[in-house]
């Protein structure tokens, strides 16, 4: 019963900054992210990760194409990042939204999810990534 008023208990949330509008930005890159360095057990939380981005209604470009949009696609291009951050406390997947024009950070969305390491860590991790989605599609919702 403590475990699932403490999962209940864990905070996610997503910061949208306040000069911008999210409706203008249609494709999304992930970016610095090593996917392809990554280990092999880890890639199922990386196909979540991209399903979820995904999900925002943005349309998903590689990050090494994104030298062929145009400059009026540029404009409406979103850099994206994640990190993955594993205690016992809590998992926290974190999904930054960058401007690729200005740089600029717009959105940060935020999953956290515990266990207290009763059902492992592979569970923590996906709970958090359910989480950051469900975020994520309520913050663009497209």
């Not at 990554?38 to 990050?63: H, K, N, R, T």
Request: glycine share 6%; hydrophobic share 40%; net charge negative.
């Amino acid at each position: 019963m403590s475990v699932l008023l403490l999962a209940a208990c864990t905070t996610s949330k997503s910061t949208v900054s306040q000069n911008v509008n999210l409706s203008k930005y249609e494709y999304a890159s992930i970016i610095n992210n090593d996917t392809y360095h990554i280990p092999a057990e880890l890639m199922e939380y990386e196909i979540q990760l991209f399903d979820a981005v995904e999900c925002s209604g943005l349309e998903l470009i590689s990050d090494a194409r994104i030298y062929e949009l145009s400059q009026s696609r540029q404009e409406k291009l979103l850099l994206v990042k994640y990190g993955v951050n594993v205690n016992p406390e809590q998992t926290v997947v974190t999904v930054n939204f960058i401007d690729y024009m200005t740089g600029r950070p717009v959105v940060s969305c935020r999953g956290a999810y515990t266990s207290l390491g009763v059902a492992g860590a592979e569970h923590d991790v996906s709970g958090a990534i359910k989480r950051v989605a469900k975020q994520i599609a309520a913050t663009f919702g497209k």
